[in-house]
């Protein structure tokens, strides 16, 4: 898709692709987090029998979890057999060091962390060096969290319910963004299946619903991807990443009208951020296909880390993830026919299982049928321009106002609701 800053019907549609495929996918059970000493629920730095008969009741939901045992996993309130394993690990050789309080991205693996590669500066002109602190990193930074998650800031201010960081933490080579060791989990996706009446896609199925002037086509999904997850911090947050390689949707057939080829694609963008402060998406950069000139204050860096098309965070904990609704909207400039800049809101809370991404694709359509199109063996090169969209498991909406030339006239918004992964 063209990087363009309005919300075309075409961005619209592919808002809609984007933000439904996270809603309809499976589960996934990552292991617990060391942030403690996992079982010893008297904090006295061992694990007895009862205590794992303890956690082992916790599991089975006969006894509450936090109360009964501070230490049990902070996220689920089912915990998950890896985490008895760690449990009984703990109880057999003891409890891990505690060395102290860490720093996830300083490059030294202390306290309670499991690994520590560091980071890479994000933002500014020193964009994709390796760093150990921000103070190492010069000019703007990116919203790490928040309302704004992948905007360009220049201070914690221009992030609301989030922070301005410049030497990133990325996860996908065995060490997550918190300093976990990750896990690849296989993900496919549940193939779309149309309703009866061919106007949308059954809830649980993958696919996109396209909203055009007279039509409204369903269009399925089927294919595979891993998720590369690290375990849970001590706040229940636990971070993902997504490969591209890793990711394979197959051709879709777009009723009679022709083909679509939907692809991952590992972004880099000038200084590595995903949007600019006005909410249009920072210039693409480097990927064979697009051919950017990033100025000197904005070198091209990827943006989720070497290799990865997306990254986002799964709210395990008690209280589960913050700012999970989305509603996208976009002046399309009316009479005046100037579009005006794509407004992200994000709200609300979700439960535990809950999770949001950005994640970078490229889409590309054909008229008529190629059975060459679309194939695993076919070259990127020259498919279509790269879109970076927030995926949510809460409600993404998104709509258009003032379109077709004509003040007042709106189109949406269109909605579609996600279900919260399985802790």
Known sequence: MAQRSHCSRQSLRFTLVTLGVLALLGTVTPSASRGVCLGDCNADRRVTINEIITIVNIALGTIPCCETCPAADPSPMIVPITYITDVIRNALFGCPPDNGPSVCGDGQVSGVEECDD???????SNAGTACTADAQCSGNGVCDDGSKLGYVCT????????RCVRCKT???DGCAANCTHETEIDFPLVSGVATGDAVDLIHGTSGAVIHGDVL?????????????????GADGRVPFVVKAVSVHIAKVEVSTLGEACVRAVALQTCGGTVFEADGSESP???????????????????TFGPGNSASGVLGCGPVGLGDVDLHVTQDAGGHA??????LREVSGA????????????????????????????????PFGQVSTTMLTTGTACCQLQNIDGKDGLSTGPFCVTGTPFNC
């Open 118 to 124: 560091g980071g890479t500066c994000i933002g500014g």
């Open 155 to 162: 201070a914690d201010n221009d992030c609301p319910s989030g």
């Open 337 to 342: 026919g100037n579009p005006g800049p794509i």
């Open 284 to 302: 693409s950069c480097g990927l064979g296909f697009i051919e950017t000139n990033c100025p000197s204050d904005k070198p091209c860096t990827s």
């Open 350 to 381: 979700g439960p535990a299982g809950s999770a949001r991404l950005l994640n970078s694709v490229s889409i590309t359509s054909r008229v008529g049928v190629d059975p060459d199109f679309c194939t695993r063996e076919e070259p990127l090169i």
């Open 170 to 172: 990325f996860g996908g």
């Open 216 to 232: 409204t086509i369903p269009v399925p999904f089927a294919g595979e991807e891993k998720l590369t997850v690290g375990r849970p």
